[in-house]
């Protein structure tokens, strides 16, 4: 076979090869090669995500969390507090229950009931006020709630730095706590403590006028009257406080400052009482603190002295 007849039966042969793969007609494919080939398709579907035209990826659907129109996350529902048009958090509601109408009415008039008996015990004598709460047996539980509720909100209790001071005393002293509520002072300090009040609340407590308290001449080392020189005859109290007292025994007084009108003018009745101003602190303007110490019996005084400090009084509603 010459050199041209070979040449050209090899083109034709690269024909014939070209013509079978344009028309399809490859060799068949083995089992063996089918099964690889499979194989290898299921292991592409598990590893890369299968799409449709109404979701994401579907293993994705649920790491992620599934929305709606109507909610948020669903895995963040739980933990996040549900809330609705007539109320604030689910978990606050149940912390803070809500008062029905007639508690919030009880409420309500309780404070108006302590405001009045309040009022009433700054502007009468104190005969007046033993008399009141000896006929209303409940008008001074009245009070004593009204007074504690009202104590929450103070950013300071003064009965709290009397004491501190009490406890930085010797323990021999003998203490008098005139107008002493819930007898506190007794409860805390570690010195002998007499309790004075209108009304017996606790075992310990004395129940008398303050004017006229069952103890003996010279028989206190420290008279405490804390918030409590509520009478229009205050004065008479503190020369009752005179009359126990030592002479150099310690009188401590903490009153609202709004009631002191001129402090120069208390002052000088302090001294006609037979008192010298050893302390005085200022520093809260809520309340005014002072410590005297008896020098001698009181001098005669008068009257008018007693407007001195004003009664504390609520704006009217």
């Known amino acids: 076979m010459s050199e041209d007849e070979k040449h050209s039966e090899k083109m ?14 490859e060799k068949p494919v083995s089992k063996s090669q089918l099964g690889d080939s499979n194989s290898k398709a299921m292991e592409s ?21 599934v929305f709606d129109a109507n909610t948020k996350e669903v895995d963040t529902i739980k933990k996040k507090p549900v809330f609705d048009a007539n109320s604030k958090e689910v978990e606050s509601s149940k912390k803070k229950p809500v008062l029905d109408l ?15 008996i ?3 015990l700054y502007t009468c004598t104190g005969d007046s006020a033993l008399e009141l709460f000896t006929e209303d047996t409940d008008a001074f539980q009245v009070y004593h709630d009204g007074f504690v ?11 709290d730095k009397m004491i501190e001071d009490l406890k930085n005393m010797p323990s021999s002293k ?4 005139f107008g002493c509520g819930d007898a506190k002072i007794a409860e805390s300090v570690k010195q002998s403590v007499y309790s004075f009040d209108l009304v017996s609340t606790k075992a310990n407590t004395i129940a008398c006028n303050m004017a006229k308290v069952p103890l003996s001449d010279n028989a206190l080392d420290v008279a405490v009257f ?6 229009t005859n205050w004065i008479d109290y503190l020369k009752e406080a005179n009359r126990v007292l030592k002479i150099k025994g310690i009188l401590k007084i903490a009153e609202v400052s709004s009631r002191f009108q001129n402090l120069k003018a208390f002052n000088l009745a302090m001294k006609r009482l037979g008192f010298s101003q050893i302390k005085k602190d200022i520093s809260n303007k809520f309340f005014i603190s002072f410590d005297y110490k ?16 004003k009664p504390c009084l609520y704006k009217k509603r």
């Open 174 to 177: 003998v203490v008098g706590d």
């Open 149 to 159: 509720e009202q104590v929450k909100s103070w950013p300071v209790n003064p009965v």
């Open 45 to 65: 579907s598990k590893k890369k995500p299968v799409f449709d035209a109404n979701t994401k990826e579907v293993d994705t659907i649920k790491k992620k969390p």
């Open 102 to 116: 007639r508690t919030k009415m009880e409420n309500k008039l309780k404070g108006a009931r302590f405001r009045f």
């Open 118 to 120: 309040n009022e009433k």
């Open 294 to 309: 008896k020098q001698s019996l009181p001098k005669e005084i008068s009257e008018g002295m007693n407007e001195i400090l």
């Open 226 to 231: 804390c918030l409590s020189l509520m009478g």
């Open 12 to 25: 034709n042969k690269k024909k014939q090869k070209k013509r079978k793969l344009e028309t399809g007609n």
